[in-house]
T-cell receptor, first 112, second 110 residues
Framework: NAGVMQNPRHLVRRRGQEARLRCSPM?????VYWYRQLPEEGLKFMVY????????ESGMPKERFSAEFPKEGPSILRIQQVVRGDSAAYFC??????????FGQGTRLTVV | EDQVTQSPEALRLQEGESSSLNCSYT??????LFWYRQDPGKGPEFLFT???AGEEKEKERLKATLTKKESFLHITAPKPEDSATYLC???????????FGKGTKLTVNP
């Protein structure tokens, strides 16, 4: 049973470009979460999605960031017009309702 | 606002030297307290969920306990392969998101 799959593992973007991060949840999981981890900081919640619905986006920056979890295919975290401060590790997690979340290996975004 | 504070920030142990990591939390309506292990360059690996004060869970050399204000992760006779950052997180009732502490970086020397 494959775990949470994230790709790419590493992504380099120039300032002003768009970054697309993908996440396929564990088989049978319908809840997807995105977290961001900055150097020397803890994991910070960004957004919680179920299929075709954003349930909680209280941790998402108001501008440039968006997330989706379509009926078919992986969840996507999209960052438009990236800036140096967006450089971080982005982790996706998935779960059943009210159970522990399992994390992927992360996408390390570097903005140059 | 939910808060999670982990101490110490870093801990160095000799192989076989038992110790405990602390996680203090404030949350309105605890849904669960979660412990994860994170190796460098990897994603967090789930260890335990604790739901109510007095609960304890064990896995190999690790034992997690919970009170109304804090949780401890006890490590008995650690080995070098236990070296990692240990993360504590709380979930609030009515919300699926987790609030994480900054972690304790554990190094076990042979």
């Amino acid at each position: 049973n494959a775990g949470v799959m994230q790709n790419p593992r590493h992504l380099v973007r120039r300032r002003g470009q768009e970054a697309r991060l993908r996440c396929s949840p564990m088989k049978g999981h319908s809840h997807v979460y995105w977290y961001r981890q900055l150097p020397e900081e803890g994991l910070k919640f960004m957004v919680y999605l179920q299929k075709e619905n954003i349930i909680d986006e209280s941790g998402m920056p108001k501008e440039r960031f968006s997330a989706e979890f379509p009926k078919e295919g992986p969840s996507i975290l999209r960052i438009q017009q990236v800036v140096r401060g967006d450089s971080a590790a982005y982790f996706c997690a998935s779960s059943h309702m009210n159970t522990e979340a399992f994390f992927g290996q992360g996408t390390r975004l570097t903005v140059v | 606002e939910d808060q999670v504070t982990q101490s110490p920030e870093a801990l160095r142990l000799q192989e076989g030297e038992s110790s405990s990591l602390n996680c203090s939390y404030t949350v309105s309506g605890l849904r669960g307290l979660f412990w994860y292990r994170q190796d460098p360059g990897k994603g967090p690996e789930f260890l335990f969920t604790l739901y109510s004060a007095g609960e304890e869970k064990e896995k190999e050399r690790l034992k997690a306990t919970l009170t109304k204000k804090e949780s401890f992760l006890h490590i008995t006779a650690p080995k070098p392969e236990d070296s990692a950052t240990y993360l504590c997180a709380v979930g609030q009732g009515g919300s699926e998101k987790l609030v994480f502490g900054k972690g304790t970086k554990l190094t076990v020397n042979p």
